[in-house]
Nanobody
């Protein structure tokens, strides 16, 4: 069973930056497409960014040009660099395979103050 451990969240002001990390257990990481997802209070979980095993990336329109997803297969880790943060980016951020496994990690809270 794959385990997912997210970290790097915090409280930042509008316009600030954060870098999220997700450590993934298991030897199949390098062949998996991975995604970052987020869930804001009272809203459904949404897909934010994806990266394939070949490092092709895709982004939700709401974060395009501000967020960058990357991966380090040697460390079984996927990252999300978030710049120019806005209050509407406030959410719990999760990583998972894309498409996602049924089991999720604990997520990491990102709060952007106005």
């Amino acid at each position: 069973q794959v385990q997912l451990v997210e970290s790097g969240g915090g409280l930042v002001q509008t316009g600030g930056s954060l870098r999220l990390s997700c450590a993934v257990s298991g030897s199949i990481f390098s062949i998996m497409s991975m995604g970052w997802y987020r869930q804001a209070p009272g809203k459904q979980r949404e897909l934010v960014a994806t990266i394939t095993s070949g490092r092709a990336t895709d982004y939700a329109d709401s974060v395009k040009g501000r967020f960058t997803i990357s991966r380090d297969n040697a460390k079984n880790t996927v990252y999300l660099q978030m710049n120019s943060l806005k209050p509407e980016d406030t959410a719990v951020y999760y990583c998972n395979r894309y498409p996602y496994f049924p089991s999720w990690g604990q997520g990491t809270q990102v709060t952007v103050s106005s």
